[in-house]
């Protein structure tokens, strides 16, 4: 008889206080591209979502494209420019097909949309050799549309009640002074105060809210991304907008650590962070977290946990404003080589 796993309890996310719905307990839980490359790491994400609607939470999954899928794109679009982008267009379609096969989900019927969509965009990069921030901001997308649109699928078919979500629909990017228009299309920023019209809309909505990282829309309605790494930011801004009770940041590393383990053989997990010790690390080198994650979950004080999808009834890393009095006053040593750094605080840290 397989024992039911327990990763969550009343200790996981300290009490706040919340100007939320008090009935829709929200809780984002964002899935790196190697928590979801695999059949395996799926059927723990499926048993993880039931754990926290048993224990009183309303899900919403958060993910990223699959593993290797966004260089697969970049060098995609590399190869259209010259003329000849088959191998690997191939070696996409079929990383996803393959993927779909293994979750029992038909592939090519849910993804014939955003695969048609890929080939004429790529016919028209060939024609024209050349890649506009609009164009590649809509290719890269489709990494997070495609992985989504499986995820929400396996997990239907697994008796869940999934509700799908364009996350375009709800993260709309702001302009910054004096941005120049690649920045404004690959690396935008949005607005996270508590907003209760999404709040209402999702609220309407029946079961799991699975949407994507990365991408956004401005205010002409064009796609723009997160900048590279942005899954963590856009779990940060919905947590934000929704007044989340948590986040959760799932990835293949138990947490944070004091130091690279890699490097460093006696590196210590970090049980407990503040939001300034966790932008400091984030900001300096640890590639767990994305330092643009930290600020909106901060302004509104929503507790961050940091856990590993092969390990989860580890608690992982809890960030938060009120980390503890006993821990280490040296919380983490960063480094990087083959560099100069210029050091500056900011009012963000």
Known sequence: MKTRMKTINQDTFPPRESSGDKAQQWLVMKFGGTSVSTAERWQTIRDLIRERQTAGYRPIVV???????????????????DGDYQQQYDEIVELHMQL??????????????????????LTGLRLIREISPPVYV???????????????????SQGLSVNWTDARDI??????????????YLSASCAFDTDPLIQARLAATDGVIVTQGFIARNLNGDSVLLGRGGSDTSAAYLAAKLDAAGLEIWTDVPGLFSANPRIVSGARLLKMLSYE?????????????????????RTHAIPLRVRCTTQPTLEGTLISRDPGSDAPAVKAISSRAGITVVSMETVTM
Request: hydrophobic share 45%.
């Open 277 to 297: 010790e966790a932008q400091e690390i984030a900001s300096t080198g640890g590639s767990i977290l994305h330092p643009r994650c930290i600020r909106p979950v």
């Open 100 to 121: 779909a096969a293994d979750l029992g989900i038909d592939g090519q019927a849910l993804l014939a949309k955003f695969i048609g969509d890929l080939e004429r965009l």
């Open 171 to 184: 993260l709309q990017s702001v302009d910054v002074p004096r941005e120049n228009e690649r920045s404004r």
């Open 138 to 156: 809509k290719v890269m997308a489709l990494g997070e549309l495609m992985a989504t649109t499986l995820g929400a699928a396996y997990l239907q």
């Open 63 to 81: 993910h990223s494209a699959f593993a290797t899928v966004s260089n697969g794109l970049q060098a995609m679009l590399d190869a259209a420019v």
